[in-house]
């Protein structure tokens, strides 16, 4: 049932068609591989941003969720996979901060130098068409492959460039993943059954639920866990890992701490988001109840992150470990903002996850910049650098005050909305947050004024430069960002109103309309 | 006052700060330094006009027509449950605050001008202090409470850049960082109460949307039942919030550090405005503090604790600046006192005529250290007086204010606002609360006659005050008119005067409005300055007996005097010395436990237990394959005994359910 022209299948295939070019380009024609990534990267912008712009005049389709721009293809119609692609309020800021990460990290790549740039860029932009993929299928089949389907390019993205840890790290990280990942595939094919042979999602999210249905192992007694439940907790495992969730995380720092600022725009900007994607489109919506069952034990394990994060930042030594911790410490928040399950909270998550994607590229992009005119990532090796890179210091400034949560940042925006979310469901959530919010601006400060403040350190390189001009144009429209976002959130708001509606009501138990539909607020103001 | 014009008014007093700030911050440099000035300073003065004019265009209006709110934009909406738009405040209450930021502002930035004459990072300096202005101004204006928070945070962000404003000083560095941190501490608490507050008041048309415009949750303010513990938490909160930026007990310790910060800035910041902003922040919602008189109690206790317990501490301090600092901090109590007891027009007096004795006397202790080429050590002074004529009579006039002598400005408020507590307060916690606040007065005749007499009179301790110069003009004119204000002020506000058709007010009958007319329970009575006739009389004998004291024994040191000051029990000079070991304590007590457990984490929990489990999967996994690696051993009789052992084990296992 497709109706007009398939602008989705557009978005996968551009970078596609972009990955080909390159691998048809021979290697020493540099330059034209570069060309032909930038291309492939500022298409795939202008056609999200296409479709944003549009968002409010296409047409919706379907139910619990429904979806724009919706694509329907028969694959293999004999166990019921169809190729569906589909676009919501929650996947358009994911595709949009994919398209933005994407062009990031080949703007990184482009300005700090790629050592082999056809296997770069060919698997950077192979792994962009994956995530798109995941982001945009409503079919479970479909999404599963396309998730699964990631981890390839990826294993060599991460394998192949980077320090000299990066082979265990990326070892440890597949290993971490695939493990769970059959899991849900088994889940997925359960699901299959219930929803009566078809992988759709709407099909899914409509199946009539057998939970009441308790496993007993015959002559004990023994009361396990609903199928139902199982299959929540293989989604939830899966998406826990790639968020991470402490005590999930630890293939992140180690990660983290080989890959190159190219990369990791992207990887940490958007692959670790899917985790927060998918506990939103598939374990809230799929299993309401379940939800609701483990909601107790996902708070807790979010608030965990939160802490934890918070607390091995603040020992840390090396800068970009300091970062890939607060990283998870800020994934803790935006669970939080989805476990919360209330409107609000699940708002304020979405709005986190596109200020969260700009502020960890920013800031690994800085520590890369400073690692390169420092010759070290230890902090206590460094001190002072203010004096001799005001615009490093400066920007360095606005990134670190938006991640530790600065009002009018949009850091901010995100942990208010949370916040308030998490203190509609209980105000104990909103108090803990608040100690994760006093740690982060200990941790950050100790990060920023260690490295800007003090005397210079003895053991500093000499003729260390500013950001250069093309340093700076990479990171002042991050910075203009993390302002406007501060300012203005309504624009992320504005857009993902009627999916998140929708979403909350697939979250309850009870029917849609019991969700109250909104109304005009007059504002008395006292004269 | 119509909509289009107070945008207007909100819009430039708001952009000539932040324009200069940023033209600075773009342009600016030590080459540059006279675009750098003139930028720096005439920001601020615009500032100050559109202000002036906007009281002017205030005083014209009826009096209940007054107080405008704007809606400038939606910052978060989300449908039927949220409703966030960013907005804007012009009452009396804000416009007190715009003419005492962008006024005494102004002064401290001229005079900025003359002390930054010689420091390279001028242009970093002035884009600072335009953008502190600018913070404080937002605070000021909001009327919404993320706008406030946003107010109140920049407030915070823009004070921690100037006290780190000398960044090779690791003191400074770390002074900043700890201001800082005590601030997000209150940043969060005010964040807190905001959303008890969202998630309590009654919107104003029964729906479930939560609005976050301060003047609809106080039009809603009867959603609070008196005393209820919800209205309880909410202004313990905000309390919170506002002793972290006021620093009161126990939020206090970061002030005394922040004098790390070049002097102008402890004149702008940590005299005249940031410090106030608590007292602000109680007065503005003192339709939920009406209704919380536990938490009232409290805030007037802490109040008074606080201010003796600076003054007390002042008195051993041996640094200029931080005398004047727990000075500060001792008036600053005495405000949040005036507000706990419901005295907000009497705590708002204090805190204008306070903006100019106190940024007089930090600027003053500025022309000494400049003249003394950096040293703050009053024991190395002494006999300033004969060399730097001018800045000794400024200086004399503000510790006069300060002190509460008759006339000055200092004890119109003072006294204004310790007679309110003992002829409004409650029975005797009240009375001995105004017992403390005499004492307080006692300390404080004390302190500052000390500071003014071992630091301008006697002889010269060093050769240092001998050779020193009196400042440029451009530093003395910001002290001299302080000074003048410091003189009159006090009376000037108290006396209502008329100009042709514009009416200006007594100070309290001016601000009546913004504390009276929201419906709001049972309001404290505002006693006007009349009625404190016993207080102030009482009080003035005190600050007498201070004074006279400290000339006894700093001035003429009467060796009677000496031996007064000796009998003193060796606890408390002790106490007075290590600031009541505050520092030792929360270090302690708090940072350290912290960094314990962090360290616990990153040294057992990470490697041993989270990354643990995994690095046991993947033994476990291993030890798996070589304990099974054995039975692969291609020997046909091993497998054809597993296939028997398997299949037996099969039957008995079928049989057994199959006859159950």
Redesign the interface.
Known sequence: MTTGFSWLTLVLLVPILGAVAILCTPRREAWLIKTFALIAALATGFLVLGLLLNYSQAAATGSPISFKYAENVQWLPQIGASYRLGLDGLSAWFLALNAVVFLLGVVVALVRGVDRPKLFFGLLILTEAATAGVILSTDLLLFYLFWEGMLLPLYFLLSSFGNEKRQRATV?FI??TVAWYLLMLLAIIYLHTQAGGSFSYDAIAARQTTGQSIITV??FGWKLLTPDQFAFLAFALAFAIKVPL??F???LPDLYESLPASGLTFFAGIVSKLGIYGFIRYAMTLFPKEMHDFQGLLLALALLSIL?GA??A???VDIKRIVAYSSISHLGFISLGVFALT??GL?GAILQVINHGIIIAALFIIMELIEVRTGTRDRSLMS?L??AMPWMY?LFMITA?AA?G???LNG??GE??I??GA??AS?VL??IA??G???A??YM??LH?GL?????HKGTKEGMTDLRLRERWVLIPLCAAMVALG????IV??LD?GS??QYMAASHTQPASA?????P??????? | MSQGFVTTVVLLVLGFPLIGSLIN?AFGSAKRRGLVNIVGTVSIGAAFVVSAVALIVMLTAASS?R???V?L???????????V?FQATLDQLSIIMLLVVTGVGFLIHVYSVGYMEHDEGVARFFAYMNFFVFSMLFLVLAADL?FL??G???VA?SSYFLI?FW??R?SA?AA??KA??TQ??G??AL??AA??I??NVM???G?????L?M??I??NVASFQYGSSTVTWICLLLAIGAFAKSAQFPLHTWLPDAMEGPTPVSALIHAATMVTAGVYLIARFHPLFDRAPIIQGLVACVGIGTSFMAGIIALSQVDIKRVIAYSTMSQIGLMIYAVGMGAYAAGMYHLVTHAFFKALLFLGAGNVIHAMHDEQDIRVMGGLGKRLKITEKSFLIGSLALSGIPLFAGWFSKENLLGYGVLNGPGHVALLLYIIGVCINVLTGLYAFRLWAIVFKGEPQTARPAAAHEAPRIMLVPVVILAALSAIAGFFLWWPVAFGSVRVQDFTQFLSPVFTS?TSGPLAHEPGVASGWIGMLVGTAMSLIGVGGALRLWLRREPDAETVASRIPRFITQLSMHKFYFDELYDAAIVRP??A???W??KL??PE???G??EGV?IGVDDLGNTLQPFQSGLIRDYIAYMVFFALLFVIIIVG?VV?
């Open positions: 440890k290993g971490y015959p002559g402490v005590p995380h630890t293939w934890y607390f091995m603040l020992q840390e409107v609000i708002h002072g203010e004096k400066f005050l530790l600065m009002p009018g901010f925006a208010f909305m916040m308030l203190f509609e105000w909103a108090v608040g100690i919010v006093v740690l601006g200990w400060l100790r004024q800007m403040h003090d005397p210079l300012l203005f959130p309504n708001g504005q109103q998140v509606q969700i109250t539909q909104p109304t607020l007059t504002h008395e103001v006292h004269a | 911050a027509h107080a405008v709110t809606t934009w939606n910052w978060y909406v989300v449908g039927g449950s949220l409703s738009a993320v928070i946003i109140w945070a920049l962000v780190g960044y090779e690791p560095v900043a960082r800082f941190i997000v501490i940043d969060v964040v807190i959303f008890l969202v998630t919107s104003p048309i729906t479930h949307i939560y609005s415009s003047p609809t106080f039009h929201i912290l960094r457990v962090a360290k984490c990153r929990i990470e237990i989270m990354d489990w995994v993947g359910v159950r």
